[in-house]
């Protein structure tokens, strides 16, 4: 068996991506079991001006500064040397057991206080993130572990820093476009409010089985707005519910409602705890402010998120 840095003795390939794959490992030192994400051997000039190594290194530390319930933990980072000259760098995180919410997705839509507790806890786990300024970018359902302790958001290897642009992207825009707020496309930088319209499309994909728009493969190259369909009839949904997901995925990034405030309205519908920061994060010089002007943060003590208004379609 293959070991990494005298400790994480690598026992079997769990995953495998374009440029790295995911190993059930063990750490020999601390004898616990690890999940250890290999990343392919990179070149120093990638054509982006950026170190590949770097750059992981920056996505460990953007996941390792997240000590939260629903984010997996990240415990280490190393290089190996799989053949003379190159460096290969390695993420240890959290070995996290479940399955992912895309794996529950393919057999359809699921019961709406399931769907709604998921979301919640995703928001929570975004709140966290957006507390220090680090925006997700990649929100969707094969980044969300259903864990028999609860949600874990996963893999925060494209995430950014909240207003500032990222030099990795040299024209490119990073995520996936169904998940994508229409500024994006017109050259916003990511913020805040870009998670939360990911949130919006994950739980009417979560209540409806299916996008809120046609799929049309032309429309990803369009940089206007499509307004989303109205949700199926859904017995018992509560009105809030579906005003807060057509909120999230409003035209306006100042509309949408902040993850502090997606967490607990729906972890109040659902009578669920998250873990939601407590205190109200302050905006840095040169970025978004993690909350936006419509949602600023309510009270740390408060149990419910009163005065939340909206439209519902059914």
């Not at 490119?172 to 939360?196: C, H, Q, V, W």
């Amino acid at each position: 068996m293959r070991t990494l840095g005298g400790r994480y003795q690598l026992r079997q390939r769990i995953g495998v991506g374009g440029m790295s794959e995911v190993w059930r490992g063990h750490d020999e030192v601390l004898d616990r079991p690890v999940a250890v994400k290999l990343i392919a051997p990179g070149d120093r000039d990638d054509g982006t001006g950026v170190d590949p190594v770097e750059r992981v290194r920056a996505e460990a530390r953007s996941a390792a500064r997240l000590a939260h319930p629903n984010v997996t933990g990240v415990h280490d980072f190393g290089l190996s040397t799989p053949y003379p000259g190159a460096r290969a760098p390695y993420i240890v995180m959290e070995l996290v057991e479940g399955e992912t919410l895309a794996d529950r997705l393919a057999g359809g839509s699921l019961p709406w206080r399931f769907a709604v507790r998921v979301c919640a806890q995703v928001s929570a786990a975004l709140a966290a993130a957006h507390l220090h300024g680090i925006v997700h970018q990649d929100v969707k359902p094969s980044n969300v572990m259903l864990t028999p302790t609860g949600v874990k958001v996963l893999d925060f290897g494209i995430a950014a820093s909240a207003g500032e642009s990222d030099p990795r992207l040299d024209g490119m825009l990073l995520g996936t476009p169904a998940f994508l707020p229409p500024e994006r496309f017109g050259g916003a930088p990511p913020a805040p409010s870009s998670d939360m319209y990911a949130i919006g499309v994950l739980l009417y994909l979560c209540l409806a089985g299916r996008l809120p728009w046609p799929v049309d493969p032309e429309m990803w190259r369009l940089e206007r707005y499509r307004e989303p369909e109205p949700l199926p009839h859904i017995d018992g949904l509560p009105p809030e519910v579906a005003d807060l997901c057509f909120e999230c995925l409003a035209a306006d990034p100042v509309a949408r409602p902040s993850s502090f405030v997606a967490a607990l309205l729906l972890g109040d519908v659902v009578d669920a705890r998250v873990y939601v920061p407590t205190v109200e994060p302050t905006a840095l010089p040169g970025r978004v402010s993690p909350w936006n002007s419509r949602a600023a943060a309510e009270p740390t003590d408060a149990v419910t998120v009163p005065g939340h208004v909206g439209r519902h379609r059914a």
